[in-house]
């Protein structure tokens, strides 16, 4: 019985853990999102800065500039705490409660029950020191598969990023081209290579 109640309950715990680590995935295709976002405006920044100096557009892009950081940094923190959070959980649940349900389960036949009675000690320490061996081997063992998980959703993330590369490689393939850095309402109808180009007095004005 005693490898049945360990493997029952690091099952039970690696189920809940899972659940708990569901946003995991999300979250990892969130910061790496924000993070494009922040390289792509540095990368914007230094290569259009003579043009920026020029047209005195530097309080516009030090405004994107920061607001692409305070959502790089929000996103950071959001994820460290959770991943220190569910860390926390993984190795107080996984190390120390599993191992003193290890040791119940083990001194259970030596306490409660009449099958070592009248045995020399020697034996009973033998069988307990035995017996304690392979729950801890088996303890480790699932312990190792339930944490194991956690790597498997950081990946999970990680790929979903990479289905998002291929489309938009296949996009610019086929001359698709969305813009993600500027909100749907600020643009209303207009789409690429709309608009006027109306020349008057030698003057360059957006309108």
């Not at 099952?11 to 990892?28: E, Y």
């Not at 940094?73 to 190795?91: V, W």
């Not at 698709?176 to 008057?200: I, Q």
């Amino acid at each position: 019985k005693g490898p049945l109640i360990m493997a029952s309950y690091l099952l039970l715990f690696g189920h809940a853990v899972n659940t708990l680590r569901a946003p995991m995935s999300r979250l990892t295709v969130a910061e790496q999102d924000k993070e494009g976002q922040f390289r792509f405006v540095n990368t914007r920044l230094i290569t259009h800065s003579e043009e920026i100096a020029f047209y005195g557009g530097n309080n516009k892009e030090k405004k994107t500039l920061e607001t692409a950081f305070n959502q790089l940094t929000r996103q950071f923190q959001q994820s460290l705490h959770y991943r220190t959070s569910l860390g926390i959980i993984d190795n107080v649940f996984t190390k120390y409660v599993a191992t003193l349900v290890g040791y119940m389960t083990v001194s259970r036949p030596f306490f409660y029950t009449d099958k070592y009675v009248g045995m020399p000690h020697e034996e009973v320490t033998e069988h307990y020191y035995s017996s304690g061996r392979m729950l801890l081997n088996l303890s480790m063992a699932i312990g190792r598969l339930v944490l194991a998980g956690r790597d498997a959703t950081k990946l999970a993330g990680f790929t979903h990023r990479m289905s998002e590369l291929g489309r938009v490689l296949a996009d610019l393939e086929n001359g698709k081209f969305v813009r993600t850095m500027v909100e749907n309402n600020e643009l209303g109808n207009m789409k690429p290579g709309d608009g006027k180009l109306v020349e008057t007095d030698h003057l360059i004005k957006f309108d």
